[in-house]
Nanobody, 126 residues
Framework: VQLQASGGGLVQPGGSLRLSCATS????????IGWFRQAPGKEREGVSC????????YYADSVRGRFTISKDNAKNAVYLQMNSLKPDDSAVYYCATSPLPLGDRSWYIPMNFGSWGQGTQVTVSS
């Protein structure tokens, strides 16, 4: 199981970025896959995921309506479209996968994810 995140960068407030997570070694339909972020001095937090339990997307309250998670099984890739970015969205973003069929009370817990990609830095600043 391997994951590699990319697509981060510097963007102005209100701008957009699309993060990509290239995966290998597993089927996207067989595992829960998620995006997390960690800002300096803060704990890692769940941003969004697609659960293997029901295929539904889950979002943190802070990003719902602005971020969209999607996947392309043919490309073994997962994406995070981030719109209306705010300075508080600045963090290192990680993609991760879990063999567990996580739901709304468990998808955002980093300990439930056993495989992680390296992070990609997102900085929202004018």
């Amino acid at each position: 199981v391997q994951l590699q995140a990319s697509g981060g960068g510097l963007v102005q407030p209100g701008g957009s970025l699309r993060l990509s997570c290239a995966t290998s070694g597993f089927s996207l339909d067989s595992r829960t896959i998620g995006w997390f972020r960690q800002a300096p001095g803060k704990e890692r937090e769940g941003v969004s995921c697609i659960s293997s339990r029901d295929g539904m997307p889950y979002y943190a309250d802070s990003v719902r309506g602005r971020f969209t998670i999607s996947k392309d099984n043919a490309k073994n890739a997962v994406y995070l479209q981030m719109n209306s970015l705010k300075p508080d969205d600045s963090a290192v973003y990680y993609c991760a996968t879990s063999p567990l069929p996580l739901g709304d009370r468990s998808w955002y817990i980093p300990m439930n994810f056993g495989s992680w990609g390296q992070g990609t830095q997102v900085t929202v600043s004018s």
